[in-house]
């Protein structure tokens, strides 16, 4: 197969989902070929590059701003660019939806609920379409177990179910990284952003005695007022992205391992990668009931909020600081199998095999 992917994110160090599973389909010769569309840049010349054998990357550009036509340009670019398509695999709607009426199969990947997001009115009007039209068009649409439910009341859609999962090889090789400050070390491995980190949490738990350091590990997306309440807090610090295969060692330093996220539909909706990359490592894991924390096992992640979440990391703290850890890696949840699973959705939508009916739509 050659499978087109319309991207959320670049191709960069920092793997998400797309690219754990973009690997493993083409390392397990699943796919022969994966062209990886990132998202478009306004006038940004048209580029394309291998990360990897079997992988094109293409930096596409959009001739004209978004409000103005730009993503259906650009995707009209991108779609002249390259041929003998068995599938189309749309993870960004508002600019992957161009790729709907061609004749070809399409597998919607739903990451996130992005509806739920502090985006302004008009971005949310441009994905909201542009799902409507996803749920009446794709042939299979793939999420985790929380958004299959949502599609399912949305539109009577019956997803397909496919979890993030972990890098066997990385967590196998990992050892423990050094970390700055005194111990015990508490750590978020994630993207930082003030529409996931409940900040007065993470704030809340710096100022206890237990804690010895706060690290907050991946990407800075915060805004300027929330990155100032954190920095303002001695015990805490921010470490930046983390190289994908760096990641295991990043959570194995730790000693408690923490997700202080904020309740809300946006993060109810979360499939969290970290979820399964804590539980893995072994480590003491604390997290509010959202972000996919809500289904792990109740013996292996203590799930609370407010004061009780600040109150069991303190007494983890005190109890295990310096334990060595034992890494658990279960093979359903590793991406390699996680990509066979998105494969048998790719075959199904290139055969032109339509998913199952879903009950009424429900408005």
Sequence with gaps: MHVVLFSLEP????????QHLVANLVEQGLVEHVSFVEPPLLRRRIDTWSPMPGVSVVAPWMAVPKRLGGLR???RDVLRRVSDVDVFWVNDPAFGVHALGRGTGVVYDVTDDWRGFTFPARILRRITRAEDALAAGASTVVCSEVLAERWAQRYGVRAA?????????????ATPGELPGPGPHVGYVGTLHQ????????RD???????????????????????????DEPKIRFHGPVASADV?????????????????????????IKAREYV?????VVATPTSGFQRMPADEVTVASGIGFVDAVASLCAATPGAEPRVRVREEWTWASRAREFERELVAARA????????????
């Design 161 to 173: 179910v496919v979890c993030n999962g972990v890098d066997a090889t990385s967590w196998a090789e």
């Design 352 to 363: 032109g095999r339509s998913r199952s009916p879903g009950p009424p739509v429900t408005r």
């Design 248 to 272: 295991p060692g990043a959570v194995l330093a730790m000693d408690v391992l923490v997700s202080p996220h904020r309740l809300s539909d946006f993060t109810l909706s979360l499939d969290a």
């Design 205 to 231: 738990v710096a100022a206890r005695p237990e804690v010895g350091t706060v690290h907050l590990v991946g990407p800075d997306a915060l805004d300027e007022a929330t990155r100032a309440r954190l920095a």
């Design 11 to 18: 191709w960069d160090g920092v793997w998400r989902r797309n």
């Design 280 to 284: 893995v490592s072994g480590r003491p």
């Design 195 to 202: 529409d996931r980190l409940d900040v007065d949490l993470v």
């Design 73 to 75: 340009t650009g995707a």
